[in-house]
């Protein structure tokens, strides 16, 4: 029997999204294998870290693909684009906290591709005036990130429903990003 590999990485994915300290024993039960099973295929946690980490970075490139931000408003856009991302925001809340990914000069450039994507998108907004002029486009995608990430954790927790996510997230965006007449 072979080894499904996305399955694997999936399931840790969930479980290390909910728990960051999740050891690799746990990892290998939450996946269904033995943990003999998960080191011939991941040497370690940070082989397996680097591992999700190409997952989030297709993940993300696959929602941002899917969102057509370039089509209509960059509002509806936005909106899009947080629908297309929702179903990977956990496992992008739990690598934007990993620090072993950000550090050193091996930093998967993925990381930046993604970074310019949405950038372009806000700076877009701000040149067609829907966007307000006064934030960065490199604010305005960290603070998208960090909204995904915030409302992945509320969703996770309980404290907030699934369904709400999209919403939260580009109504409090928006209510900040969006330009208003007197600007």
Known sequence: MSLDREQVLRSAAALLSRRSTATMDEVARAAGIGRATLHRHFAGRDALVKALEDLGIQEFETALDAAGLDEGSAEDGLRRLIVAVEPAAGLLSFLV??????????????????????AAFFRRGQE??????????????????????AGAWAVQAGRVAGQDFPHMIAELLLGGARRSVEQ
Request: charged letters at 30%; hydrophobic letters at 40%.
């Open 97 to 118: 906290t990993e620090n072993q990914l950000f550090e050193g000069d091996e930093m998967n450039e993925g990381w930046d591709r993604l970074d310019a994507r949405v």
């Open 128 to 149: 067609r005036g829907e966007f307000r002029i006064d934030l960065t486009p490199a604010w305005l995608t960290e603070a998208l990130y960090g909204l995904i990430g």
